[in-house]
């Protein structure tokens, strides 16, 4: 009989691939899917929650990497277990997404209905007026064009009983919008970055999947924490890279990863580049590079099976004797550069997004001699003057 | 000028944590106080995974750390009885508890054939049909097809001892029947194996009698 076991290394791994096994078992329905390790979130859970009794719009602010996401979807958990609202809605990736389908998940989620054109949505809008108490929350909105056409009369929406979280890095853009309502004096809620304990405790259970650092890499993992300023994206990605590196002879490793990080203090985005940079470089095989970069490009949003389709295809053409494009995928999941979403669709933090397209852009000054080609103009550009060339591997 | 606002709650809510009542009592006393839908809700302080594991074999360590690791990943895993004595709540029964949970956690051990405990929650979990993930730590799958040698031997033979034939029958039915899940191994050896994780381990469901 063939026993079908996952093998694993230590403990660590083993509860690793126990919890996402089950994470992925169970699914999250109504609620947000939030971080594997929520460390540090309760405090400013609670806070963003009293806000919310006192003001009806919250602008939640801070720089990218610092959680305001996250912060954003466990707010909006805590009120789906409790059920204050009925009916909620998170409305991911704003910034990319055009108002039609913004406002087509709103009426989706906040009256199970279909919105087919834009000119039914006030129809629509009056409806979720009329008799609900609702929670909308908007992420990552840099730009106060098309709000007013999303939530078109956020006084009364407001005065019922509902609320709205936007979230954005941009401090003018929530000064905006929250002076849109006047209930009340605008709010803003400021992420902080996490205190020592905290992102000790986030790093040490990426890197060991424990609260505490295994002996011999104490010194080492307090470094590097230090180093990452309590910036949650920067202790996870550093983290998962250093989870499967823990053998002796891995500890230069460490020292060369604290070492790059120790740029001078003020500049964050450095250290975050940086950071990209030892996860990236340190991505085992070229399949895994590439792969990142398709996603980073063109897949964000995209379900995980008609890719895999084609990453099969492509690496029986290229490269017969690599191993298979699932094993890359879980890696590039192992080390936080990309994530699956509830419905298997891939994502992945805008910082990261921009630095494999940076990566991209780094290949040649060239367009044309660039491996992935995403912006209309420029693919348009290359394909006319027919300088494509076999380098081109994803035109999106 | 400044509006009132609403706010967001305009009705007592009840905490069924702080005063522990069960669900009959809880759902009678919500639509006493007016609209049933909302500002009420039980399932959020239920369990939802299940750790089946022998006690003083794994306690404090492996265990405990999956317990901590799925509460910080959000999860409320259910460790076993002392815990339905120590958190008031609503479940009075491990049979509520077995109900209650949406998946399942077995880890096999040495000494976990010697708990009847352990064997009879085990077919429980196997006749629920909810999905079961078993974690090997020094046990191989062959060791629950077989339980009368390896490991499990000893175990076995005292329930013999007792005269328990009857619920024998049943516990080696349903360990056979989770030798075959898709489970996690532990490989201490050195030469471990190492086996990619293939996403569809995750969505193989464990081939149970209802």
């Not at chain 1, 992925?24 to 405090?43: D, F, K, T, W, Y």
């Not at chain 1, 992420?139 to 009369?153: A, C, H, V």
């Not at chain 1, 053409?317 to 494009?325: A, E, H, V």
Request: glycine share 6%.
């Amino acid at each position: 009989m063939v026993d079908c076991k996952i093998g694993c290394r230590d403990e660590a791994q083993l509860l690793r691939k126990v919890v996402r096994a089950i994470q992925s078992a169970l699914p999250v329905g109504l609620l947000q899917q939030v971080v594997q390790h929520r460390i540090g979130l309760q405090g400013s859970v609670t806070e963003v929650v009293n806000y919310l009794h006192e003001v009806g719009i919250l602008g939640i602010v801070g720089m990218g990497g610092i959680g305001k996401t996250t912060l954003a979807k466990e707010v909006y958990n805590e009120y789906a277990k409790q059920q204050t609202f009925e009916r909620q809605s998170f409305l991911h990736d704003v910034r990319i997404r055009s108002l039609l389908s913004l406002q087509q998940q709103l009426v989706h989620d906040l009256l199970g209905e279909d919105l087919k054109s834009m000119e039914e949505f006030h129809n629509f809008f009056n409806r979720i007026l009329r008799d609900q108490k609702v929670l909308i929350v908007i992420d990552g909105i840099d730009d106060i064009r098309g709000f007013d056409q999303l939530i078109p009369s956020l006084d009364k929406l407001l005065m019922q009983g509902s609320r709205v979280i936007a979230t954005s890095r941009d401090r003018n853009v929530l000064n905006y919008i929250t002076s849109q309502s006047s209930t009340e004096e605008s709010k803003l809620y400021e992420v902080q970055v996490l205190d020592c304990i905290h992102a000790q405790q986030l790093f040490n259970w990426h890197a060991f999947y424990s609260d505490k650092a295994s002996d011999g890499f104490q010194d080492l993992a307090k470094e590097i924490v230090d180093s990452c300023n309590g910036l949650p994206l920067a202790l996870e990605v550093i983290g998962a890279y250093l989870f499967d590196k823990k053998a002796p002879k891995h500890e230069v490793i460490w020292i060369e990863s604290a070492k790059s990080l120790r740029v001078d203090p003020g500049a964050i985005d450095h250290k975050l580049q940086n950071m990209f940079d030892i996860s990236y470089e340190g991505l085992s095989s070229p399949i895994d590079k590439l792969m990142f970069l398709d996603i980073a490009c063109s897949m964000i949003g995209q379900h995980e099976n008609p890719i895999m389709s084609i990453w099969e295809s492509c690496i029986i053409c290229t490269c017969p004797s690599s191993k298979s494009p699932h094993s890359s995928l879980m890696r590039l999941i192992d080390k936080s550069l990309v994530k699956l979403d509830e419905n298997k669709n891939f994502q992945m933090h805008d910082i990261l997004r921009d630095m494999g397209k940076g990566v991209v852009k780094r290949q040649s000054l060239q367009v044309g001699k660039r491996t992935h080609l995403w912006e209309p103009l420029e693919t348009n550009e290359v394909l006319e003057n027919d300088e494509v060339k076999s380098s081109n591997l994803c035109i999106s | 000028m400044h509006k009132a606002l609403h706010p967001i709650i305009d009705r007592p809510t009840i905490d069924v944590l702080s005063v522990s009542v069960d669900v009959e009592t809880a759902n009678a006393i919500t639509s006493s106080s007016g609209e049933g839908s909302h500002s009420f809700n039980v399932l959020s302080h239920t369990y939802d995974v299940f750790l089946n594991h022998r006690g003083p074999d794994v306690k404090r360590t492996f265990v405990a750390h999956l317990y901590e690791a799925l509460c910080k990943a959000g999860f409320h895993p259910f460790l076993d009885v002392k815990s339905l004595v120590k958190g008031r709540h609503a479940f009075k029964s491990i049979d509520e508890v077995l109900n209650s949970v949406r998946v399942h956690v077995a880890v096999f051990s040495k000494g976990y054939a010697e708990s009847k405990y352990c064997l009879n929650e085990l077919c429980d979990m196997v006749k629920s049909g909810k999905l079961i993930f078993p974690i090997f730590l020094d046990v191989e799958p062959e060791h629950l097809r077989r339980p009368h040698h390896g490991p499990f031997a000893t175990g076995f033979r005292k329930h013999m001892k007792r005269g328990r034939q009857d619920d024998i029958k049943r516990w080696e039915k349903a360990l056979f029947e989770v030798a075959n899940v898709t489970g996690f191994r532990l490989n201490e050896v050195n030469g471990y194996a190492f086996q990619p994780l293939h996403p569809s381990h995750f969505t193989m469901m464990p081939n149970v009698e209802g």
